[in-house]
């Protein structure tokens, strides 16, 4: 089985080539802006056409929340125009893609998980750009798997977690946010279930949501970083009120995993058993 994977030097990226190097059966080419600049119509359509593959995971993003408010035509270049021309390549060659969203789509006034036909309303530029990136990638491709996914940590690259460990060493306190939930969600478990959805007998294209189990604030992640890697940092909750940042972020940000469980049985972890994981990578535990 021959896979593509766009955008593979980020957090997704490296995880899925952890989880695709152990599967023999698969030949996968991994590409990022350097070798396949997914905003190169002309590159997408000759490299798509010229390599037969069965399946394309782009993990291509534009994902810089706060600069896509002064950078918007960045953003909407990769996040959308982009996605359109691997849309386009794709269902002319027959190739399967599975693209990856988020739950920034949503405007976080929930107050249930939300669900996969539930009605999107991006409050963020980032968000809208991906919003319309699903669009254009199911109004071109009827082949496309959709995985909305959050709050994304991994042992590469720069995410959340690094940045506490590394506030841990700078300072005796800080403040986090605390009436943001979300779930956190480790790439390795997201590169587990693309896996297992591209090596089950079922192909059903259509949105899915995908994080770990379980809720938590950002000021509840941080404590459970600090607990688990032995850190002393004291953590004081602090309302949204009091960190503004250029880009509006959802309140209440959780997402049901019901559909891809019930459709593909993807067995999801709880995310503080994830982050375990990743922190012991990390050397940290
Ligand atoms: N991170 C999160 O918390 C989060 C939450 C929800 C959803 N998501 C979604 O999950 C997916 C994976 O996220 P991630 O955290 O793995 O992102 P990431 O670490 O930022 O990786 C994205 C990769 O795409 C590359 N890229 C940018 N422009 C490109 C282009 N024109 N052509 C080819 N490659 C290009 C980036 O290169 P440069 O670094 O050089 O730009 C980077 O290597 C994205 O679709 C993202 O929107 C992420």
Known sequence: MKILV?????????????????????????TDVEDLDITDREEVDHFIKENKFDFIVNCAAYTAVDRAETDDLKAAAINTVAVGNIAQAASRNRVKVIHISTDYVFNGEGYRPYEENDEPYPRS??????????????????????????????????????????????????NVVADQ??????????????????????????????????????FDFTKAIYEIAGKNTIV??????????????????????????????VKIPYWRDSLKKCLSLLGEK
């Open 125 to 174: 530029i980032y968000g809208r750009t991906k919003l319309e990136g699903e669009g254009i990638l199911t109004s071109f491709c009827q082949d496309a798997l959709i995985i909305r996914t959050a709050w994304l940590y991994s042992e590469f690259g720069n995410n959340f977690v690094k940045t506490m460990l590394r506030l841990s060493n700078e300072k005796d306190s800080i």
């Open 236 to 265: 004081n909750p602090i309302p949204t009120s009091q960190y503004p940042t250029p880009a509006k972020r959802p309140l209440y940000s959780v997402l049901s995993k019901m559909k891809i469980k019930n459709i593909y049985g």
């Open 6 to 30: 766009t955008g593979s030097n980020g957090q997704l990226g490296n995880a899925l080539k952890n989880v695709f190097s152990k599967d023999e059966g698969l030949e996968v080419t991994y």
């Open 181 to 218: 939930i979300g779930s956190p969600t480790y790439a390795g478990d997201l590169a587990d279930a693309i896996h297992h959805i591209i090596r089950h007998k079922k192909w059903l294209p259509g949105i899915y949501h995908f994080t770990n189990e379980g809720v938590a604030s950002w």
